[in-house]
């Protein structure tokens, strides 16, 4: 290029003949070129940022594109929105009456998947199925051969397991933190506490709800929304919780019985100090395997509060007080004992030979059928329903669980006499343990009609309806008494402890109507200490059988009742009652021991 000189010899001529100065016209020339440089290289330079703009534009609309093509048809990373971030908060720990923790948080991590960025799935599968047995190879392999971008693969595991997983050196096996719900007990008072699932989740974050028991029923209330850290304080004490879980669960066995459940109630206020079923489980891993299982005979089931069962002559015990509270009799009256009771093709005996006659006292002692369904025929069908109504039989019994949220006793549609004759001793009315150990305690706390209750001091202050007098109750107390101390139930016995129960048994009755010969449920309904009783214990077991001795028994007096002294024998001394120790013979002290 032939570059244009900046002074030409004509402009110098012209400049000087003009008088200019020829230096300035350069200078001039020079600051033209400039600024026209400058404007060429600014025109260039705002071209090539208009084409980098536009193509990162492209690109972003592009990826975005993508990426909402992705995610219709490809799960992503679940992740809580920010709104849930808010309202989650540690749940509030489940205390026992005396302040130990019976549910809390532990910081643990869920397992989960990115199959597109793992190097070997087939090894990583076998690899996984060793740390957690419970996981199935096949649905593995077909979860990651889905093409799916995320899959969780357990939501909660343990230290070691994360150790584990992370030993495995797969980039495609991720961790989130998260909160799981800890029962450091175990399996102790597993259907009280129910457990807890996950809601709202994300992976590095999960919303804990109640999915049974007093973590369904406070579910709201464990959320601690406005994080308050108040815990529940409920009315168990966990040392006494144990100590009945122990026998029970020993007593069981050696009765060869299916299934048992026990409560212990304070008889006053209401307060449920333990309740036991069994079997039970662990909600530490509340596994979905137990729904296999038959309703009843599920771990998952209370016994104690969901189910129903024809009890026994423990239902003496309300025909009794009815009796003295219509003053229909005295402890002293003599009643017609004599048997058999023929009614239609219904028959009523008694289980052993009687006398033809008894005191009123005796016919309780002595557990006598035709005695308790004379009383009744007099009394008559309508009382009878109404007394059994103000008890509490005919409505949910109130306790803060769920499942006994609409659990009441089944009865006969047509309340008949015969009806009344054997609902009069517990056969012919179905009703949960839980029912009765309220309905024994209101007749024997001096009358006045208590509500169970899990939670510490929730009665106080509560009015009370009097359901019978303080006399009537008086007198049952004596009677009942009597029954441990020369009874039916004189293996209720406990040494140092006054105790007064009755004892009650009745056939298992069949899906298909009438009653299984060998299959009963035995009952004992016990307070003590019997001369100012604190505490109704209940002990009921499923199917009991003892085969020591010529015969099998399968009563309550051999199978609950001398359950039912065990545990008073243990848990009297944690419950602050002092033992009254009389001179006892050797005898005596070696079967205490034993």
Known sequence: MIRKPLRPISQIIFARSAGQDPDNIERENIRKRHLKLEKSARVRSESRLLVLAGFFLLSFIAIGL???????????????????????????????????????????????????????KENSIQKLVKIFPDLDIANLKKLFASGRKFIWIKRKISPEQMQAVHELGEPGLRFGPREMRLYPNGRLAAHILGGVGYGKEGVSSAELVGSAGVELKFDDFLKDKL???????????????????????????????????????????????????????????????????NGS??????????????????????????????KIVNLDTLVDTSSPIVWGKHRISNYHRLPEQLSFTDVIVESSNTGTSRLAQE?????????????????????????????????????????TMTISYGHGLSSSPLHVATAFASVLNGGLRIRPTLIKDSNKGASKIRIVEQGVSKDLI???????????????????????GKTGTANKVKSTGGYYKKKNITTFASVFPAEKPKYVLLVTLDEPIVMTGQKSRRTAG?????????????????????????????????????
Do not use: C
């Not at 909402?68 to 992503?76: A, E, F, K, Q, R």
């Not at 069962?309 to 239902?315: D, R």
């Not at 609950?560 to 013979?585: C, D, K, Q, T």
């Open 297 to 326: 005979d599920s771990p998952l089931f209370n016994k104690g509060v969901q189910g129903l069962y024809e009890l026994g002559s423990v239902f003496k015990v309300f025909t009794a007080a009815l009796a003295l509270e219509e």
């Open 227 to 293: 994080g308050k850290g108040e815990p529940l304080i409920l009315s168990l004490d966990l040392g006494v919780q144990s100590a009945i879980a122990h026998v029970l669960n020993g007593g069981m066995q050696l009765m060869n019985a299916k299934g048992a459940t026990a409560i212990l109630m304070d008889i006053h206020s209401g307060e449920i100090i333990s309740m036991v079923s069994l079997p039970d489980f662990d909600p530490n891993d509340r596994s979905g395997k137990f729904s296999k299982k």
């Open 66 to 120: 993508k990426m909402g093509m992705l995610s219709l048809v490809t799960p992503i990373e679940p992740t809580a929105s920010a709104q849930l971030m808010k309202t989650m908060t540690r749940r509030a720990d489940i205390l026992d009456r005396n302040g130990s923790v019976l549910a809390t948080n532990l910081i643990t991590n869920a397992l989960y998947a990115k199959p597109n960025l793992m190097i070997n």
């Open 558 to 594: 051999w199978t609950a009742a001398p359950i039912a002294s065990e545990i008073i024998y243990r848990v009297a001394p944690l419950l602050g009652i002092r033992p009254h120790l009389h001179n006892r013979s050797h005898n005596d002290l070696l079967m205490v021991g034993n």
């Open 379 to 419: 009394l008559g069908g309508k009382r009878q329903k109404e007394f059994l109504a103000q008890l509490g039989f005919f409505e949910s019994s109130g306790v803060e669980l769920v499942e006994g949220k609409n659990i009441t006793s089944q009865y006969p549609a047509n309340w008949s006499e015969i009806s």
């Open 478 to 500: 004596n009677i009942l008494y009597q029954v441990v101390d020369r009874g039916t139930a004189s293996a209720a016995n406990v040494y140092g402890y006054s105790v007064a």
